[in-house]
């Protein structure tokens, strides 16, 4: 997932944690603590399955 993270560290926003500094240039640990935010926003393509039953 190494690739991934480098390709995200343009789009992705630095929030550091209270005791680290923040970087111009996000390393790809600072990067993965962040994807999160730009998960929620992309969403998933899937449908969510209802009550554990297959929807077709």
């Known amino acids: 997932m190494?690739?991934?993270?480098w390709l995200a560290r343009d789009i992705?926003?630095?929030n550091p944690l209270p005791w680290q500094k923040s970087m111009d240039k996000?390393?790809?640990?600072?990067?993965?603590?962040?994807?999160g935010g730009v998960?929620?926003?992309?969403?998933?393509?899937?449908?969510p399955l209802g009550c554990g039953m297959w929807v077709l």
């Open 12 to 14: 992705v926003a630095d």
């Open 2 to 5: 190494t690739w991934e993270l």
């Open 39 to 47: 998960f929620a926003v992309i969403g998933t393509p899937t449908l």
């Open 26 to 35: 996000l390393t790809a640990g600072r990067v993965a603590q962040a994807i």
